[in-house]
């Protein structure tokens, strides 16, 4: 199945908690999407670890925690699985 839309804003929804990712979803994609799934999730990262919330906002700074801890886990789940199906990222 190829993947419908933009794969960063697919990731950008994931780390916004919007979409998931789970191993039944990952299954429908091939080894080219999934190597675009990661490579998207990875620069959607990149560019949350690079925001810096005001000083003293706590709520900006759980909001960025938890948007990396969402993308992280992506990223975990999307490279265990690819190990499992022996697909090379």
């Known amino acids: ?16 908690g919007f979409r998931s ?3 039944g979803v990952l299954k429908k994609y091939t080894s ?3 190597k675009v799934i990661n ?7 990149r560019d949350a670890r690079g925001e ?4 003293g906002d706590a709520e900006g700074t759980r909001k960025k925690n ?3 801890q969402r993308l992280n886990q992506a990223i975990l789940l999307l490279t265990n699985f ?3 199906q022996r697909i090379p990222l």
């Open 1 to 16: 199945m190829a993947i419908t839309g933009n794969p960063l804003v697919m990731a950008r929804e994931i780390g916004d």
């Open 39 to 45: 490579t998207s999730l990875q620069q959607v990262l």
């Open 32 to 34: 080219t999407d999934l």
């Open 66 to 68: 938890l948007r990396m």
């Open 52 to 55: 810096v919330p005001p000083a």
């Open 82 to 84: 690819c190990r499992q």
């Open 21 to 23: 990712l789970n191993p």
